[in-house]
């Protein structure tokens, strides 16, 4: 288990962008594959974006491609999601998690650890 905790969530316009991060504690930060979800009241929580232990390797939501990067800086135990074009379907909250599978996963049950969540709202 590693502690999380999400930052950089707010209120944009359709159109703007925003960088979430997330950070940790953790001294083997490198070893966790990681990832980015969110969820809407009523609604399954849902795969945004993951990333492997070294950042070498990414995968993301069909939704959000080419919209959205993922990135981690091991020197800083932090992991990032740039969001770029929002939309205000990409209204949610977003989690980051920690997976022991250190080439990252999309499936939400290989995730041990989760953040607090962090509010993005875009408006129309």
């Known amino acids: 288990q590693v502690q999380l905790v999400e930052s950089g969530g707010g209120l944009v316009q359709a159109g703007g962008s925003l960088k979430l991060s997330c950070t940790t504690s953790g001294r083997t930060f490198s070893h966790y594959g990681m990832g980015w979800f969110r969820q809407i009241p009523g609604k399954e929580r849902e795969f945004v974006a993951a990333i492997d232990g070294i950042g070498r390797n990414t995968g993301y939501a069909d939704s959000v491609k080419g919209r959205f990067t993922i990135s981690r800086d091991n020197t800083k135990n932090t992991l990032f999601l740039q969001m770029n074009s929002l939309k205000p379907e990409d209204t949610a909250v977003y989690y980051c998690?920690?997976?022991?599978?250190?080439?990252?996963?999309?499936?939400?049950?290989?995730?041990?650890?989760w953040g607090q969540g962090t509010q993005v709202t875009v408006s129309s």
């Open positions: 998690a920690a997976s022991r599978l250190v080439k990252g996963t999309r499936l939400k049950d290989e995730y041990g650890s």
